[in-house]
């Protein structure tokens, strides 16, 4: 079994994910011992890891670590799954001494064929915006671009010099040259941090980048005694599934899952489309009740539109009971991804305005 970071199908069975490879369930435990978890921790949104003790231990003691993003800006647009990334980076930049964002520009080249400047024009004028509007803190925030950072693309060789072509046809299937130089980088990304001083770090990304930080790990390791890499740590939130109701939704399949920005005329219709888990009559709903745990708009208002738990409790049970019915939420869901995308729009243009005060570093 292989997982495709770079593919076009999600994966859909997350139990048989983490016994694959081992990956380790983020439990009750996890959820006492993190400050004030977000919605996404709360929810199981998030539900496995990696060495996340690690990073709990250092919270807990006051310890420096840093945590890192990615972006490729292969789309001029994001979704759901880059907002999901972006509230845990939000939470761990609050405890972490080092925050850092890169633009994965040479994957961009590499791997869908996007030029530097297409990437670097993607990146400043959107890409980096959004993810400041969804809550990344630029004055923490250590910004680059794989191809001007001298360091990574340094450490990226080197790294080449410990890993085979089997290890890497083991973690990723099989894979093109360009597929290699992007694994590669992305593995010197992940490790950069600690040539300033070895600490552990935190990667939150969906399941389906998990083959960057098995990558990353396994090197860390090698070079331990050259540079006292620590393996990072990472956590994993599901993905949202398409409005079809399919969790093992085609990334690049438009239509199937509401893009950020989207403007209100096209959420509505997403949303009114979208498969629920509701009785295939009103009446029948009314007396049976519903199935929120099938149902997509549920799943919405799980992982993105309800802060307040006991509001989303109260969705669930009235639910179940038939006490609303499918109409009812898809009116509410309405409202709040239209008014999401309306406080996207404003802080993603008030962000546009710190751009050009940000510097990247070149390592
Ligand atoms: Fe989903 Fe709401 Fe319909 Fe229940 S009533 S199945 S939660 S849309």
Redesign the pocket.
């Known amino acids: 079994m292989f997982i495709d970071p770079w593919g076009a199908v999600l994966v859909e069975d997350y139990r048989k994910i983490i016994e694959c490879f081992g990956l380790k369930p983020f439990t009750d435990e996890h959820l006492k011992l993190l400050p004030e978890p977000n919605r996404l921790m709360r929810r199981r949104v998030v539900f496995c890891h990696r060495d996340l003790e690690v990073i709990l231990d250092a919270i807990r003691n006051g310890r420096p670590f840093y945590a890192l993003t990615g972006i490729v800006p292969s789309a001029e647009k994001i979704h759901f799954g880059n907002k999901m990334v972006v509230e845990n980076m939000a939470y761990f930049q609050r405890y972490a001494d080092r925050v850092y964002m890169l633009v994965a520009d040479i994957e961009a080249a590499t791997v869908r064929g996007i030029s530097l400047e297409e990437s670097r024009r993607r990146a400043l004028e959107f890409h980096i915006p959004a993810y400041i509007a969804l809550g990344l803190d630029p004055r923490k925030v250590t910004f680059y671009f794989q191809s001007e950072n001298k360091s990574v693309m340094r450490l990226a060789h080197l790294l080449s010099a410990k890993v085979t072509l089997s290890e890497l046809r083991a973690i990723y299937g099989e894979l093109t040259p360009g597929k290699m130089v992007a694994a590669l980088m992305d593995a010197g990304d992940i490790l950069y941090p600690q040539l300033e001083e070895p600490t552990p770090g935190i990667i939150p990304v969906g399941i389906d980048q998990d083959p960057h930080i098995r990558l990353a790990r396994d090197l860390a390791k090698r070079f331990r005694r050259e540079y006292g890499f620590i393996p990072p740590s990472s956590i994993y939130h599901r993905y949202t599934p398409s409005l079809d109701g399919r969790l093992k939704m085609s990334k690049s399949e438009p239509g199937s899952y509401i893009e950020i920005p989207e403007p209100p005329e096209s959420v509505r219709e997403k949303i009114w489309d ?1 498969f ?3 009785r295939p009559t009103a009446r029948e ?1 009314r007396e049976l ?4 745990e ?5 799943e919405l ?1 799980k992982q993105h539109l309800i802060e307040d738990d006991r509001e989303l409790d109260r ?2 049970d ?3 009971s038939g006490e ?7 009116t509410l ?1 309405t409202e709040l991804m239209t008014k999401f995308m309306e406080e996207f729009q404003e802080k993603l243009e008030r962000a546009r305005d710190v751009i050009p005060s940000l510097s990247f570093t070149t390592g």
């Not at 009740?289 to 929120?292: F, V, Y």
């Not at 609303?324 to 898809?330: E, Q």
Request: aromatic share 10%; with cysteine.
């Open positions: 979208a629920t888990g509701g709903q009740g519903g199935r929120p099938v149902c997509v708009v549920f208002f969705i669930y009235a639910c179940k609303i019915i499918c109409g009812d939420c898809k869901a």
